[in-house]
């Protein structure tokens, strides 16, 4: 599998991601400059964590303007995958490649702790090292991410399978307890419509080493690399 | 010619920031605050004289950067 990690200025996750990566895949993944303008031979694209442009407007807003979107508009069309984390997820709905939006935080806190995901599916090229309904550990770190869309949105993303992972209890309980930051229906992540564009708001890639705390977060890249090595 | 666009959350998306100013200003004494919603205020100068073609023009800046329509409406004056 041959990553790319896009460096939006005021991005600052990106070396996390790129550990990850390179653990999983034996190589270390191309950084982007937001300025570039293509991604040939890319099979995965990563949008990290950070806070792009100063979350200036909103965030996500400038960087989804940036010139390489259309590379990754374009990689998307292909069927090519897509992962953006935390910052990158807000820039992927600012951009349109995902629907919905990231709200303030409803406590108006910003939330630095570790979360618990419920794997919503399996059988995706991101979650198949999980189990479905797995409960996994997630550091999150964000201003922004209580998830919205409207009703119809949201029932279309349930009816149709693209709620990637809740936040739940550690024993799986999706309750508003687990839902630290107010998103509708605990949404933690989700899918695009083919399953191969995929936002998420904590950082699976923090939790990939036992000198991390734990590796919780591992299967994730490690499923990733299997299932695109063919590709 | 000067716009301002008003970016508001739409109608039925928590404003937190809003509930927050109510509440404080409830506890600072002032009585009878009821919902406080919070928006932005962008004035932008434009090259374009024509106030009809300015205000088209402004629309389309908010469609595309200033609101994001999933969550924000947005209104544009000629100031």
New interface residues.
Partial sequence: MRAAIVVFPGINRERDMAIALERATGHKPRLVWHKETALDGIDLVVLPGGFSHGDY??CG?MAA?APIMAAIRTHAERGGHVMGVCNGFQIL??AGLL???L??????RFLSQDCHLRVERADTAFACHYQSGQVFRAPMAHGDG?Y???DDTLDRLEGEGLVAFRYATPEGTIDRAANLN?SARNIAGIYASNLRVLGLMPHPEDLVDPLMGGTDGKPLFDGLTQALAAA | MKLVVTVMLKAGVLDPQGKAIGQALTGLGFEGVGEVRVGKRIELELAETDPVAAEAAGAEMARKLLANMVIESFKVEVA
């Fill in positions: 407007l909103r807003a303007q709905t600012e629907p919905g939006a709200l303030r935080n409803a406590s108006l209580n919205f869309a409207d107010g």
